[in-house]
Structures are given as C-alpha cells and as structure tokens.
C-alpha cells in the first residue's frame, strides 16, 4: 500500500476510534484512570471506597464519639432550706447558700486546690434536717463533684435505708470540701482554712441532728483527741445540736467485721430513734 497522505490520516482516525471504544469499555468496567508505567506518569488518585448501603448500626458506629462529659464544674444547687427562724433577720437563705456554693467552687484557701478537680460541697435534700459530715471526698467524688458516691456511699445508702432514710432526708458534706491525695486525713490547717464553709453550711442548713462520719470528723467538731470507739455510742452537743459519732462506711467496708457492722447499726437507730422521739 501506497503510504500516501490520505491513507495516514485514515489509519490516525481508525486508531482514534479504536482508543476512544477502549477507554469506553474501561469506564464501564469503572476505571477511570490507567496507571501510568513511567515513573513521571501521572500517579492515581486515591480511590474512593464504594458506597455501602447505611444501616442504622453503621451509622450508630460511624458517628464520631462523644466527647466525655467532664463532670459540671459548677457545684450541685443548693438544697432545700428550712425557713428563716421567726423574729430573724430575713435575709434570703437560697441566695447565701448559693453565694457559698460559687466561694467554695473558687476557693483556693489551702493546698488541696492545687489537686482537686473539683470541689464538694455536699448535697441531698435536707427534709428531716439531719446532716451527716466525712472527712473528706475520695477519688470518685472529686471526679463528679458529688460527696459519697462511690463505695462508701453505697454502702451508706444501704444504712440509711435499713431505717427508711434516703439521700432526700439529709444533707451530707464533708469537713474539707477538697479531696486530700491519696485519701490521706485532711491536715489541721486545712480543716482550719475549710471549717468557715461547714460553719457557713451548718448555719444555714440549721439540722436538728448531726452525724459524724469517722474519727476526723468527730474529732475536728467535738475538739477532742478521743478514740472513736470512746466518742461513739451516745450523743454529744455542738453549740446546741445533738452530735452522733459513728464509724465512716470507708472504715467499714475495710474492716468488715460482724462486730463493726453490728455497732454501725446500734448508731443509726439511735438516729432513727431521735428522729421518731421529734415527732411526737
Ligand atoms: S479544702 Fe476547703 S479551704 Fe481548701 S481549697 Fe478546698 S474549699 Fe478551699
């Protein structure tokens, strides 16, 4: 064959045609990009994954995770208050207890700031007026901001409601409103720096019965240096409150013995005892 113009510009058009069907063929098999063999080719582009049809546990799954909440900053809101005693000045006992909530989520007073994450001022519903006091928030309470939360409040919870007593009857704080490291006892100046905020809350909460939790708690508003098993067993008086020392639930769950647990119990009827003598 005569190689004239004519002729090869018949043979580009059939090798056109015959490129084009090809590429054709490729993007119906789905390839949309030919490798490139030299090593200036042109790289493919990362492909995207298939579309898969969504089900509602893939979406579920493919949801990016929720941040963890980090437990409220901002300390629970106060509990009920009784009413001012009558012929007393009327200031408002929710807007102090407030302002106290927003000192004590502030204050940096004493050392136990520098490692806290959060402080505790305490909670519960205050209807029978009874304030229970540790000595301190452990680990699971600076981590919520909550007082008696983790094991020992269990168990709390558990004494209590063997005498049909809730967390809606009493109020429960602690002496320092930190948590000390390692569950140490608080150090004198720090139950020094932290003891006008119990003060503050005893005033303004007024409970008919307070109820110590452990030996620093006893010790601390009874000022004295007895043992526990010396303070325990019989009412104290603290500026006019009746004051009832017994075991804290940390100490017994440690020391879980039939003879512990029995005197646990002798100490919370005679809180249920008193309560039922008031309202007679
Ligand atoms: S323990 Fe009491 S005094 Fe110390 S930083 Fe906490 S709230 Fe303030």
Known sequence: MINSPENTEAEMRSLLYDFRRYFEQQKEEGIEYLESSSPGGLARPPRRPAARPVTAAAAKASRPAAPVPRPAAAPAPGPPLPPPAAGKAASDPREAYRTLLEELRVCRKCPLSGTRNHTVPGEGGNRQQVLFIGEGPGRDEDLSGRPFVGRSGKLLDKILAAVSLGREDIYITNIVKCRPPGNRDPEPAEVIACRPFLETQIKLLRPRLIVTLGLPAARTLLESTDSLGRL?????????????????????LRSYTVENRKKAWEDIKMVRDFLAGLRK
């Open 232 to 252: 325990r067993g019989r009412f104290h008086d603290y500026q006019g409150i009746p004051l009832l020392p017994t075991y804290h639930p940390a100490y017994i």
